[in-house]
């Protein structure tokens, strides 16, 4: 089983909301990221847990806030957002395995639309 | 640093076509290569992977093959289906993360597949 979910599948709101994006795998995967992905571009990195702990922070602004509360579960709590920052979200998790990490296995995915 | 160079897309097919999409690569030592596949409105899907040079990665009738003489990894395909339209990144990952706590992909553009009937 390689599943790693995301909800909800599409959202709007507007600039004054405050809303949280969820990832969930039960791979035991020890890594989990979040990368937005604009339309024909390839995703961009946002956030990297591992193991629980935050290890990258890609200069994300501080409106996306990104939380990890157990080994399984990983959210983005949106708020103040802009227009630009509609886009699709991304949620992947990886395995560390001897010799590195292993590949990274994506969820289907959060629409996101800022109105 | 390390780069990703995919051939510009759109990539346009008549069925059972025989598909190929160039990928190459820039990276320090022996990264990991991989092949996505994102359906329209839809998360990206493993498509494939190598490891190491000369390995060839394969599934659902797609291959690519790591070739470090050439820094390549180009995804072949021999008789395309409506279905695999799609858009196709390559990636890489450097020193497959040893030490780093986790793995970092870097993406090529991405190659969009159309097939037409």
């Known amino acids: 089983d390689t599943e790693v979910t995301q909800t909800p599948k599409h959202l709007v709101m507007g600039m004054t909301n405050k809303k949280s994006l969820k990832c969930e795998q039960h791979?035991?995967?020890?890594?989990m990221y979040w990368y937005k992905q604009k339309a024909k571009k390839p995703p961009e990195l946002m956030f990297v847990y591992s193991y629980e702990k935050l290890s990258i922070n890609e200069s994300v602004p501080s409106r996306f806030s990104p939380e990890c509360p157990n080994s399984s579960l990983l959210n983005l709590h949106l708020h103040a957002l802009q227009p630009e920052d509609s886009a699709l979200y991304l949620c992947?998790?990886?395995?560390?395995?001897?010799?590195?990490?292993?590949?990274?296995?994506f969820g289907p995915g959060t629409r996101l639309t800022v109105l | 640093g390390n780069s990703v160079t995919q051939m510009e897309g759109p990539v346009t097919l008549s069925e059972e076509a025989f598909l190929t999409i160039n990928c190459t690569y820039t990276?320090?030592?022996?990264?990991?290569l991989f092949w996505y596949v994102q359906y329209p409105g839809e998360g990206l899907q493993l498509l494939l992977k190598a490891t190491k040079a000369d390995d060839k990665g394969s599934n659902k009738g797609f291959e690519a093959t790591y070739r470090k003489e050439t820094t390549s990894f180009h995804l072949e395909k021999g008789s395309v289906q409506v279905s695999d339209s799609a858009v196709y990144f390559c990636a890489l990952s450097d020193q497959k993360g040893l030490g780093t706590g986790f793995q970092k992909l870097v993406f090529g553009t991405g190659t969009r597949l159309l097939v037409s009937p």
């Open positions: 791979m035991g995967h020890r890594a």
């Open positions: 992947a998790s990886s395995q560390e395995r001897r010799g590195g990490w292993d590949t990274q296995y």
């Open positions: 990276a320090t030592g022996y990264p990991s």
